[in-house]
């Protein structure tokens, strides 16, 4: 039985292991805003999403942890202008790759969104390493099992669009959103961020407090949700040991109410 198991799970593996991904397209207010990737990129008029490598993340301690390798401003930089209380939708199918659809490429895991405050002049220059961040959103397994279960992460994987809330009395200004999927059915966890610039605007006075705010890296240890819990099980720790597992903690911090 057990090596009917360990068949099993490293079969559902190898399609998930040969592809990842990231944010395409982001629709703010009716208004459609490119990223950075190649297949989408408008070199004229820029992005607001920060530059990213297609692989995710493997140590919760990487320095690039907030927004990816390289985690920069793209040259042509820029801020998309938002409603306190908006939806931020988020498209990670590549429109070039159409047979089949390559949307992200993982189903298994949390999705979370962060935000961060900048300084009027812009977010370009911002620490990102620093405790800046607070969480907005997140999203889990919704139903069943860990193996068989419904995830959230599984609607994006299958073409959906990342749906994303802002906070409603978000005091005006300039911010960094920070969205990540984090796939843990490989075994050692896989962590994609992605981070956009935006301008939110309405009368809203909310701000997290100073112990309200995390870090990037600092805010995952390893092993609360986002790794395995012994050195060497890799993916049996979620195909074998969690298979009938039905509740996951979501990493990091609580959602900041607002």
């Known amino acids: 039985m057990q090596s009917l198991r360990s068949v099993a799970w490293l079969l559902a593996?190898?399609?998930?292991?040969?592809?990842?991904?990231?944010?395409?397209?982001?629709?703010?207010?009716?208004?459609?805003?490119?990223?950075?990737?190649?297949?989408?990129l408008n070199k004229v008029t820029g992005s607001i999403q920060r530059v990213w490598t297609w692989d995710g993340i493997n140590e919760v301690s990487n320095d690039h942890l907030a927004c990816r390798h390289?985690?920069?401003?793209?040259?042509?930089?820029?801020?998309?202008?938002?409603?306190?209380?908006?939806?931020?939708?988020?498209?990670?199918?590549?429109?070039l790759r159409f047979n089949p659809p390559w949307s992200f490429g993982h189903g298994y895991g949390p999705m979370m969104a962060y935000m961060a405050a900048c300084p009027d002049s812009g977010c370009e220059?911002?620490?990102?390493t620093a405790p800046i961040w607070f969480k907005i959103w997140e999203a889990g397994l919704l139903s069943g099992t860990w193996t068989t279960g419904h995830w959230a992460?599984?609607?994006v994987m299958n073409g959906a669009t990342l749906n994303i809330p802002t906070p409603k009395n978000l005091k005006k200004g300039k911010y960094i959103l920070?969205?990540?999927?984090i796939s843990i059915e490989t075994g050692q966890?896989?962590?994609?961020?992605n981070c956009i610039h935006l301008d939110v605007r309405g009368d809203g006075s909310s701000v997290p407090k100073k112990d309200e705010l995390v870090s990037f890296p600092g805010t995952y240890d390893g092993y609360a949700g986002v790794s395995w819990e012994m050195e060497g099980q890799g993916s049996e720790?979620?195909?074998v040991v969690h298979q009938y597992d039905t509740f996951y903690t979501i990493p990091g911090p609580e959602v900041w109410k607002g």
């Not at 220059?125 to 990102?128: C, E, F, K, Q």
């Not at 920070?178 to 999927?181: A, D, G, V």
């Open 13 to 40: 593996i190898i399609p998930q292991a040969l592809s990842h991904g990231g944010g395409m397209l982001y629709t703010i207010d009716g208004v459609e805003h490119t990223g950075t990737h190649a297949s989408v």
């Open 189 to 193: 966890m896989q962590i994609f961020p």
């Open 237 to 239: 720790w979620f195909w």
């Open 125 to 128: 220059t911002v620490n990102l």
């Open 70 to 95: 390289s985690g920069e401003p793209y040259d042509i930089s820029y801020h998309a202008p938002t409603k306190a209380g908006s939806t931020i939708n988020v498209n990670y199918t590549d429109p």
């Open 153 to 155: 992460m599984a609607d």
């Open 178 to 181: 920070r969205h990540e999927m």
